[in-house]
């Protein structure tokens, strides 16, 4: 019989305790400290009159505390909620209106007056040192594992539901990428993303050790700096964003971290330009492109980037579907363009979500059944070649329409990161008070650092021309340093829109 996600987790810590479990800037805790802090905390859920199955939410930072109270929740039959603690008040307390969840768990003081039934950081500690025995696991493959709310656009979050299942179909595909043994894997991602659970269960459920990199230092590119030389991993994964950060460090390459051998990137597109400087830098190393919404459990396709994809293809494919899992067009918003036929991407299989917590109307706009598997409708654009490799075109939601002509957002920004004299782009719609969008406007930054903004601005001018329609090419160029990033580390594209329209 397979081993279950938990069940794998915990017959690590009994044959090796002392395996090196999770490892925050040097502060090392084994798989046998994990189970112990998880045991007691599952211990203590049981006792209390909580509903069954009834989601608890955590208050997290990247910590062991966190994980350990994730393992505990779901010990004990519950599904955890993970908030990080950069997360608005706001943010906060929508999430509990919309989840009810039974208990707060909080790793970190709460920064507002929350109405449900709080175990504090210090009782935590206290529960975590017990040293209680955990009951016998009562989650089923169709219960929630985790919810994890997702950012909604009308501003009230949304929180998908992740089962056992859905969790372990996603595992167990990430366990066929031969994953070094015992991998020492980057954990960056905050927990409330769905991208840190790429880190999270592949790594432990196969005893290897979470090299976790703390916002505080992720934040602050001097830190980040500062910390690379001495961050040790097997595996990488991350956003294209945050690796651009990486890279600005030139000692980030094979010669300083020999033992980087995989490096997985979902969350956002990846660029022809960031995946080709990764190859010259890490020329031995995998380099794996992967989609997929937070809806279907964090990733459903994959592509090894290598020399000959990125001869063949200026914007990178996204991969193959998981074996379980079948993505297709949508019948009637495929279009014929060019020798392509494009349309919404909608995914079917076993690591598709139930739907949102608490929210049957957004659930039925987006979730159906197709041929007798649950299906999620992505909003995303794509189109899939005769061999069944996938390719991302953007956003259904990121079209806008200027003087006329349709134009994809995201097409923009995939030849303004081609231009040479671009290290980072972004294209961003100025809106008239009719609402509609009047002028494109870029958010770049350069690949030089001392430039003349007169000359470089007729210099991407003339190079867009010879790659892209007329109508297509911004209309201002705003230069900058670097990007924002949200927590999760994408492009703030929405804060850029917010500036740009204020």
């Known amino acids: 019989m397979q081993q279950t996600i938990i069940q794998a987790i915990d017959a690590i810590a009994m044959q090796e305790p002392d395996r090196p479990a999770i490892d925050v800037l040097g502060q090392v805790n084994t798989y046998g400290e994990l189970k112990a802090a998880s045991d007691a905390i599952a211990a203590d859920l049981t006792v209390r009159p909580l509903a069954a199955k009834a989601p608890i939410l955590v208050y997290c930072d990247q910590s062991f505390a966190a994980i350990a109270a994730f393992l505990g929740c779901v010990k004990a039959g519950h599904a955890y909620i993970p908030v990080d603690t950069h997360s608005p008040n706001d943010r906060l307390t929508m999430i509990e209106a919309i989840a009810e969840p039974a208990l707060v768990i909080a790793t970190a003081e709460l920064p507002v007056a929350l109405k449900t039934p709080t175990m504090t950081p210090a009782q935590l500690a206290a529960t975590m040192a017990d040293g209680a ?26 929180g998908v539901q992740i089962s056992l299942a859905n969790l372990q179909s996603f595992v167990d595909w990430m366990a066929s990428f031969d994953l070094p043994e015992h991998a020492r894997v980057l954990a960056q991602a905050p927990f409330s993303f769905d991208l840190s659970v790429m880190s999270l269960y592949p790594a432990l459920t196969a005893g290897g050790c979470l090299k976790v990199l703390p916002k ?105 579907a998981k074996p379980d899992t079948t993505l297709r067009l949508i019948a009637d918003t495929a279009q014929q363009e060019g020798d392509r036929v494009i349309g919404e991407l909608a995914i079917a299989g076993p690591s598709v979500s139930k739907g949102y917590l608490n929210r049957p109307n957004k659930t039925a706009a987006v979730f159906t059944q197709d041929r007798g598997r649950q299906a999620y409708r992505t909003g995303d654009l794509g189109y899939i070649e005769d061999d069944g490799l996938i390719f991302y075109c953007g956003r259904t939601d990121f079209q806008i329409k200027l003087n006329g002509y349709r134009i994809e957002l995201e097409e923009v920004n995939h030849f303004l990161n081609l231009a ?83």
Request: hydrophobic share 45%; glycine share 4%.
């Open 133 to 158: 025995a955990a009951p016998v696991p009562t989650l089923e493959a169709g219960d929630n594992f985790y919810i994890i709310f997702t950012s909604g656009t009308t501003g009230q979050p949304k």
């Open 216 to 320: 505080s230092t992720t934040a602050d590119l001097r830190q980040l700096v500062l910390a690379l030389p001495k961050l040790t991993v097997d595996v990488w994964v991350s956003t294209p964003s945050f690796i651009e950060m990486c890279l600005l460090d030139p000692t980030f390459d094979a010669a300083h971290h020999p033992e980087l051998r995989q490096l997985y990137f979902c969350g956002e597109e990846l660029t022809h330009k960031t995946a080709e400087r990764l190859l010259d830098r890490f020329p031995a190393a995998e380099v794996f492109n992967t989609y997929g919404p937070t809806e279907a459990t964090v990733a459903v396709t994959a592509v090894q980037i290598s020399r000959e994809i990125l001869a063949q293809y200026p914007r990178l494919p996204i991969g193959y």
């Open 420 to 502: 040479p004299m671009i290290r980072q782009g972004v294209a961003v719609p100025r809106y008239n008070r009719e609402h509609k969008v009047s002028a494109l406007l870029a958010y770049v930054v350069p690949t030089a650092a001392d430039f003349d903004a007169k000359a470089l601005t007729a210099a991407i001018h003339a190079h867009l021309q010879g790659v892209m329609m007329a109508y297509m090419i911004p209309s201002r160029f705003e230069f900058r340093d670097s990007l924002p990033l949200t927590q999760n580390g994408k492009v703030a594209i929405k804060a850029l829109i917010q500036e740009v329209n204020a």
